[in-house]
C-alpha cells in the first residue's frame, strides 16, 4: 500500500484542519481520515492549561481526530468479529462513535476556558468539525474482497479513485442541495457537523471491492477551489502521471494545492491492491489521456482566450479614457471661459 | 487550471436602536463610519477573503408609540469605498434620543432589513443584517387594530410572520447568503430568534445599560468572521 497524507495550513500554526489521520494497523487493514474545524462556527477563543488562545475550530478538529482514532484504535476488531452480520451490526458500532465522541467532547471542554462573553445561536458551535473517516480492511473470510467502512458529517469528503474514474463516496451535509459542482459556486452552509454539546449524527457507507482503488479523504482546501469536480481528478492523476514514485506524487500535489486552495488543506490517501507504484501509475494512463484531451485542455484553452479578452478589453478602456482625457484638455478653456474665476 | 479564490459580493444593513441610552454605541459607529470599509477590507484579507462589492445600509429605530416621525430611519444602500462620504454622512445625522418605555420597535426594524433591495450580482453572495439595541421588543401584534399613524405598512403583523421572512420558503434572503447577527440583550424576541431562527448569532448585553461592554473590535470579528 502506498500511503499519500497532505497537511497545508493557510496561516502557519493556526490551521484549524487537524492533520490528516492515516494509520496502518496491518498490511492489509489501516485507517485514514480528514478533520475540519469550522472557522466561522468555531471562532469563539478559548485557553488551555498552559495559557495558549485557539479558536474552537483549531481545537475541535483535532479533538474530533483523537477520539475518532481512540475509539478505531480500541474497537475495530469488533469489525473484523462480526463476519456475515456485519451489515447489521455496523449501524450500531456507528453509533457507539457518535457517543464517543459525543461524550468524549465534553469531557475534554473541561480542558478549556472561553472568553467571558458568550455567544448563542446555530451560527456558533463549541469545537465544530467535519470528519471524513474509512476504515478499510481484507476479509479473508468473505471471499478476500476490500471492506470500506465509511462514516462522515458534513462536507468534508471520502472519495474512490479507479480506472473508470473518482466517485465520491460521502454526500456532503448542506443546508442547501447543490451538487458537488454548483456548490463550488454556491458555497451553502453546512447542515451537520461534530460538535460538543449538540445533537449531531454521523452517516455511514459500507463497501466492497474486489478491484484495486484508491481511496481519499479531503478536507474542502483541497477540491473546493478548483473549477469542477473533474479538475480534482485531474489534479490527482496529473500528480501521479508524471511522478516516478510516491514521494514524487506526494510533492506535486502539495505544490499543486498550495498554489490553488485558499484555505487549510488536510488529504489522506491509501493505494489498496495495487503491486508498487509503476502497476498504479499505469492503471491510469488512460483516463488521465482522457480528461486531459476531451476536458482539461479545452478549459485551459478558453481561459486563455478570456484572459486575451480581459487584456484587449482592459487596454480599449484605457485607450478610450485618454482619448477623452487628451481631447478634454484641448476643450477646457473654451467651455470654462465665463466660469473661470 | 484556475484557482478559483474566494471573492465576496457582501451587503450589510445596520440596525441600530438610537434611543437614549445607545449614546455610547451610536457615538461609536460614526467613529468609525469614515473607516468601516477600510476596517473590514483589511480583516477579511487576513482570513484571505477578497470583497469584490461592498454595500451598507442604515436603519435606526427608536418607538413608534412615543417617537412619531423619527421612529424609524432607513437609508438607501451606499457602495463603499465610492459612496463612503455620503455613508458618513449619513451616519453623522443619527443620534441618541426618546424611546419612552423599555421595549422598542427592533422587530419592526429586522423586518424592514430582511426586505432590503439586496445585490444579485456576484456568485458568492453575503447578506448580513446586525442588530444594535439594548432594549426588548415589542411584540408585532401590539396595538394590532390601532397602531401608530406613522406605523409603515406592509410589515409582518405576528412574530411567525416575521419568522417566515426570515426562513421560510419565499424569503427575500438566499438561506446561504443571509447572516443575522444579534448585540442585544436576553430577552424577548431577540433569544426567541437566536435558538430558532438559522443562521443567527447572538451576542448577549445588559438590557438598559447601552453595550459599553462591548468592543467594538470584538463586534467586527464576529461581523467578519460570519462572512
Redesign the interface.
Given at each position: 500500500m502506498i500511503g499519500i497524507d497532505l497537511f497545508i495550513e493557510?496561516i502557519e500554526g493556526q490551521g484549524e484542519d487537524a492533520e490528516p489521520l492515516s494509520v496502518l494497523y496491518s498490511e492489509t487493514e489501516g485507517l485514514i481520515g480528514v478533520f475540519d474545524g469550522m472557522?466561522?462556527a468555531g471562532?469563539t477563543r478559548y485557553q488551555d492549561s498552559e495559557g495558549v488562545t485557539r479558536t474552537g475550530a483549531y481545537i475541535g478538529s483535532r479533538m474530533a481526530k483523537e477520539i475518532a482514532a481512540g475509539f478505531f484504535h480500541f474497537e475495530k476488531d469488533r469489525l473484523l468479529w462480526y463476519g456475515r452480520e456485519l451489515e447489521h451490526r455496523v449501524e450500531s458500532f456507528v453509533g457507539d462513535l457518535t457517543k464517543a465522541l459525543k461524550g468524549g467532547l465534553i469531557t475534554k471542554e473541561k480542558e478549556y476556558k472561553s472568553g467571558n462573553?458568550?455567544?448563542?445561536?446555530?451560527?456558533?458551535k463549541r469545537f465544530p468539525s467535519t470528519a471524513a473517516l474509512t476504515y478499510y480492511w481484507k476479509d479473508i473470510q468473505q471471499g478476500g474482497d476490500y471492506k470500506n467502512l465509511v462514516i462522515w458529517a458534513g462536507d468534508s469528503r471520502v472519495y474512490l479513485l479507479d480506472r473508470q474514474g473518482l466517485k465520491q463516496l460521502t454526500k456532503d451535509e448542506l443546508?442547501?442541495d447543490n451538487d458537488a459542482f454548483s456548490n463550488?459556486?454556491?458555497?451553502?452552509?453546512v447542515s451537520n457537523s461534530i460538535s460538543a454539546g449538540a445533537d449531531f449524527h454521523l452517516n455511514h457507507l459500507l463497501l466492497s471491492r474486489k478491484e484495486p482503488y484508491i481511496l481519499i479523504s479531503a478536507t474542502d482546501g483541497c477540491f473546493?477551489?478548483?473549477?469542477s469536480p473533474m479538475?480534482f481528478e485531474?489534479?490527482l492523476l496529473d500528480g501521479l502521471i508524471n511522478s516516478s514514485n510516491a514521494d514524487e506524487w506526494k510533492k506535486k500535489l502539495g505544490d499543486?494545492l498550495g498554489?490553488?486552495?485558499?484555505?487549510d488543506v488536510s488529504m489522506a490517501a491509501v493505494t489498496v491492491g495495487w503491486n508498487g507504484f509503476d502497476e498504479l501509475r499505469d492503471a491510469f494512463l488512460l483516463r488521465y489521456a482522457q480528461l486531459e484531451m476531451q476536458l482539461?485542455r479545452k478549459v485551459?484553452q478558453i481561459?486563455s482566450s478570456i484572459l486575451k479578452c480581459k487584456e484587449i478589453i482592459a487596454a480599449a478602456e484605457e485607450e478610450k479614457r485618454s482619448l477623452l482625457s487628451q481631447y478634454w484638455q484641448t476643450y477646457k478653456p473654451e467651455y470654462e471661459k465665463y466660469i473661470e474665476g | 487550471?484556475?484557482?478559483?479564490?474566494?471573492k465576496y459580493s457582501v451587503d450589510l444593513v445596520l440596525c441600530i436602536d438610537a434611543t437614549g441610552s445607545m449614546g455610547n454605541i451610536i457615538g461609536r459607529v460614526k467613529e468609525n463610519a469614515v473607516k468601516f470599509h477600510s476596517d473590514l477590507y483589511e480583516r477579511m484579507k487576513k482570513?484571505?477573503k477578497e470583497i469584490d462589492s461592498l454595500r451598507v445600509k442604515v436603519i435606526t429605530f427608536r418607538d413608534f408609540y412615543v417617537d412619531g416621525e423619527h421612529s424609524m430611519l432607513e437609508s438607501r444602500f451606499y457602495s463603499l469605498p465610492q459612496e463612503e462620504k455620503d455613508f458618513a454622512d449619513f451616519v453623522s445625522k443619527v443620534y441618541a434620543n426618546g424611546g419612552g418605555d423599555e421595549p422598542e420597535n427592533g422587530l419592526e426594524a429586522v423586518a424592514a432589513a430582511i426586505k432590503s433591495d439586496w445585490t444579485k450580482i456576484g456568485?458568492?453572495k453575503r447578506q448580513v443584517i446586525v442588530v444594535w439595541t439594548d432594549a426588548s421588543t415589542h411584540p408585532l401584534e401590539k396595538d394590532a387594530s390601532a397602531k401608530p399613524g406613522n406605523y409603515p405598512a406592509g410589515l409582518p403583523k405576528t412574530f411567525d410572520e416575521l419568522t417566515d421572512l426570515w426562513d421560510g420558503q419565499s424569503s427575500p434572503m438566499s438561506?446561504?447568503a443571509k447572516?443575522?447577527?444579534?448585540f442585544t440583550p436576553d430577552a424577548d424576541c431577540w433569544?426567541t430568534m437566536?435558538?430558532y431562527?438559522?443562521?443567527?448569532?447572538?451576542?448577549?448585553s445588559k438590557a438598559g445599560n447601552g453595550l459599553g461592554e462591548?468592543e467594538y473590535g470584538?463586534m467586527f470579528?464576529?461581523i467578519v468572521?460570519?462572512i
Amino acid at each position: 500500500m502506498i500511503g499519500i497524507d497532505l497537511f497545508i495550513e493557510k496561516i502557519e500554526g493556526q490551521g484549524e484542519d487537524a492533520e490528516p489521520l492515516s494509520v496502518l494497523y496491518s498490511e492489509t487493514e489501516g485507517l485514514i481520515g480528514v478533520f475540519d474545524g469550522m472557522g466561522g462556527a468555531g471562532s469563539t477563543r478559548y485557553q488551555d492549561s498552559e495559557g495558549v488562545t485557539r479558536t474552537g475550530a483549531y481545537i475541535g478538529s483535532r479533538m474530533a481526530k483523537e477520539i475518532a482514532a481512540g475509539f478505531f484504535h480500541f474497537e475495530k476488531d469488533r469489525l473484523l468479529w462480526y463476519g456475515r452480520e456485519l451489515e447489521h451490526r455496523v449501524e450500531s458500532f456507528v453509533g457507539d462513535l457518535t457517543k464517543a465522541l459525543k461524550g468524549g467532547l465534553i469531557t475534554k471542554e473541561k480542558e478549556y476556558k472561553s472568553g467571558n462573553i458568550s455567544y448563542r445561536g446555530d451560527m456558533l458551535k463549541r469545537f465544530p468539525s467535519t470528519a471524513a473517516l474509512t476504515y478499510y480492511w481484507k476479509d479473508i473470510q468473505q471471499g478476500g474482497d476490500y471492506k470500506n467502512l465509511v462514516i462522515w458529517a458534513g462536507d468534508s469528503r471520502v472519495y474512490l479513485l479507479d480506472r473508470q474514474g473518482l466517485k465520491q463516496l460521502t454526500k456532503d451535509e448542506l443546508k442547501e442541495d447543490n451538487d458537488a459542482f454548483s456548490n463550488i459556486y454556491k458555497d451553502s452552509p453546512v447542515s451537520n457537523s461534530i460538535s460538543a454539546g449538540a445533537d449531531f449524527h454521523l452517516n455511514h457507507l459500507l463497501l466492497s471491492r474486489k478491484e484495486p482503488y484508491i481511496l481519499i479523504s479531503a478536507t474542502d482546501g483541497c477540491f473546493g477551489f478548483l473549477e469542477s469536480p473533474m479538475h480534482f481528478e485531474h489534479l490527482l492523476l496529473d500528480g501521479l502521471i508524471n511522478s516516478s514514485n510516491a514521494d514524487e506524487w506526494k510533492k506535486k500535489l502539495g505544490d499543486r494545492l498550495g498554489s490553488v486552495a485558499r484555505d487549510d488543506v488536510s488529504m489522506a490517501a491509501v493505494t489498496v491492491g495495487w503491486n508498487g507504484f509503476d502497476e498504479l501509475r499505469d492503471a491510469f494512463l488512460l483516463r488521465y489521456a482522457q480528461l486531459e484531451m476531451q476536458l482539461v485542455r479545452k478549459v485551459n484553452q478558453i481561459n486563455s482566450s478570456i484572459l486575451k479578452c480581459k487584456e484587449i478589453i482592459a487596454a480599449a478602456e484605457e485607450e478610450k479614457r485618454s482619448l477623452l482625457s487628451q481631447y478634454w484638455q484641448t476643450y477646457k478653456p473654451e467651455y470654462e471661459k465665463y466660469i473661470e474665476g | 487550471m484556475e484557482s478559483q479564490g474566494i471573492k465576496y459580493s457582501v451587503d450589510l444593513v445596520l440596525c441600530i436602536d438610537a434611543t437614549g441610552s445607545m449614546g455610547n454605541i451610536i457615538g461609536r459607529v460614526k467613529e468609525n463610519a469614515v473607516k468601516f470599509h477600510s476596517d473590514l477590507y483589511e480583516r477579511m484579507k487576513k482570513k484571505d477573503k477578497e470583497i469584490d462589492s461592498l454595500r451598507v445600509k442604515v436603519i435606526t429605530f427608536r418607538d413608534f408609540y412615543v417617537d412619531g416621525e423619527h421612529s424609524m430611519l432607513e437609508s438607501r444602500f451606499y457602495s463603499l469605498p465610492q459612496e463612503e462620504k455620503d455613508f458618513a454622512d449619513f451616519v453623522s445625522k443619527v443620534y441618541a434620543n426618546g424611546g419612552g418605555d423599555e421595549p422598542e420597535n427592533g422587530l419592526e426594524a429586522v423586518a424592514a432589513a430582511i426586505k432590503s433591495d439586496w445585490t444579485k450580482i456576484g456568485e458568492k453572495k453575503r447578506q448580513v443584517i446586525v442588530v444594535w439595541t439594548d432594549a426588548s421588543t415589542h411584540p408585532l401584534e401590539k396595538d394590532a387594530s390601532a397602531k401608530p399613524g406613522n406605523y409603515p405598512a406592509g410589515l409582518p403583523k405576528t412574530f411567525d410572520e416575521l419568522t417566515d421572512l426570515w426562513d421560510g420558503q419565499s424569503s427575500p434572503m438566499s438561506l446561504s447568503a443571509k447572516r443575522l447577527i444579534l448585540f442585544t440583550p436576553d430577552a424577548d424576541c431577540w433569544t426567541t430568534m437566536a435558538t430558532y431562527w438559522q443562521n443567527t448569532l447572538h451576542c448577549p448585553s445588559k438590557a438598559g445599560n447601552g453595550l459599553g461592554e462591548m468592543e467594538y473590535g470584538t463586534m467586527f470579528d464576529v461581523i467578519v468572521n460570519s462572512i
